[in-house]
């Protein structure tokens, strides 16, 4: 089992910067493809970007790419978002899961995620 929480959401304003962090628990940490969704009022889970295992392979959604980073530390069981030039589009509830196959490069689907934290809240103001 795998608990997942993130942390750093806050009340922003466009082209502020802001870094999300999500530690988790559980021994396998290293072995799993991580990534960041984000999920506005009304509309469905959106990929906002995902890390390899080892932390050598990223990729990002095309509305966030240039403007956001993933990281990750495997010896503290931490994945990061560095967000930056923020906009109001950026306003969501963020978060952060596992990918379900161990060692397998994460994808952009919702659904082949299996763990997830609760959230964090992001607002961007103009």
Do not use: H
Not at 32 to 58: D, H, N
Not at 82 to 105: F, H, K
């Amino acid at each position: 089992q795998v608990q997942l929480v993130e942390s750093g959401g806050g009340l922003m304003q466009s082209g502020d910067s802001l870094r999300l962090s999500c530690v988790a628990s559980g021994p396998t940490f290293s072995r799993y493809a991580l990534g960041w969704f984000r999920q506005a009022p009304g509309k469905e889970r959106e990929f906002v970007a995902t890390i390899s295992p080892s932390g050598g392979r990223s990729e990002y959604a095309d509305s966030v790419k240039g403007r956001f980073t993933i990281s990750r530390d495997n010896a503290k069981k931490m994945v990061y978002l560095q967000m930056n030039n923020l906009n109001p589009e950026d306003t969501s509830v963020y978060y952060c899961a596992t990918y379900r196959i161990p060692g397998g490069w994460g994808t952009s689907r919702p659904n082949e995620y299996n763990y997830w934290g609760q959230g964090t809240q992001v607002t961007v103001s103009s």
